[in-house]
């Protein structure tokens, strides 16, 4: 249940989901068209809402009070307090400061190992 509620506050608060408190007032708008004029269908009423854009008409706040019509952008605000002091150690190298490394095997880059390849098929 806590979880239930926790989920709810957050997608009712920081997303376009709370958008959706306001479809009572998309209905109510509908019916104050319905009253003016109706013939209107609710798809003509979205249409004239949503997809042409925002015209400057009479109604023009109440068109604005939509839902999606104007997202509001709710800002989480999350400050990190570093750490009273951080502590780096660095480790010592793992091999001897007196022996140098092997970079390369010499028996596996002679000439001789990579002439063998080039020899005719011996029969045995």
Avoid at 43 to 55: C, K, T
Wanted: proline share 10%.
């Amino acid at each position: 249940m806590v979880t239930i509620l926790f989920l709810s506050v957050y997608l009712t608060t920081f997303t376009p989901f709370k958008e959706v408190w306001k479809l009572p007032i998309l209905i109510e708008h509908f019916m104050e068209h319905r009253a003016e004029d109706p013939s209107i269908s609710i798809s003509a009423f979205l249409d004239m809402h949503y997809m042409q854009g925002n015209p400057r008409d009479a109604d023009y706040e109440r068109d604005m009070q939509l839902p999606f019509k104007v997202i509001s952008h709710a800002g989480v605000i999350s400050v990190a307090i570093p750490p009273s002091y951080i502590f780096f150690q660095a480790a010592p190298p793992l091999y001897n400061q007196e022996e140098k490394p092997i970079l390369y095997d010499v028996a596996a880059y002679s000439f001789n190992f990579h002439r063998s390849i080039w020899q005719p098929p011996k029969s045995c």
